[in-house]
């Protein structure tokens, strides 16, 4: 008798509890206005309207910013511009939500390549190679670049080897000879 109001009341906080998580929603589940926007954006980018889809798909991940397929359309549009950097970025934060994420990991690796970080590419390849058991497409087509980009010429700012002839310097106004 003399615990039971302190049992009740704790009964009580323990019903009250669980229901509440009743009405929220998972974690994984992704606004269904994202993933119209999303659709919309896929469309959008097939039509070849690059910046209408570029739109669409922050709007996606404004209305719900977990929507990570929303990050690697984003990354795939701005690889398609010449933006790797700006992939890289991306492709980041959709592996913020999803470490283990085949697409942007692969994506990525691709725009590492392009940015001509091959050896962050090869981690990459082989982070994909350990979650996915199996053969993926993802894994044969990072491969191809990679071996691509021993072939196509990194273009960098590169240091000048070139050393000055003795006697070619300019003289200026005001210097002896």
Known sequence: MRFSPA???????????????????????????????MQKGETAQNAGQLDLAYDLYETALAVDPRNGGAFIALAQIARVQD???????????????????????AGEGEALVQRGAVEKAKLNLSRIKTLCRTRCPQTAQLSAVIANSAETPILSAQADTAKPNVGDEKVEEGQPE
Request: proline share 6%.
């Open 83 to 105: 933006l790797p950097g700006k992939a890289i970025q991306l492709y980041r934060e959709a592996l913020i939500l999803d470490p283990n994420n085949i697409d942007a990991l």
């Open 7 to 37: 049992a009740i009341a704790l009964s009580l906080v323990f019903a009250t509890v669980s229901s509440v998580s009743f009405g929220q929603r998972a974690d994984v589940e992704i606004n269904p206005r994202s993933i119209a926007y």
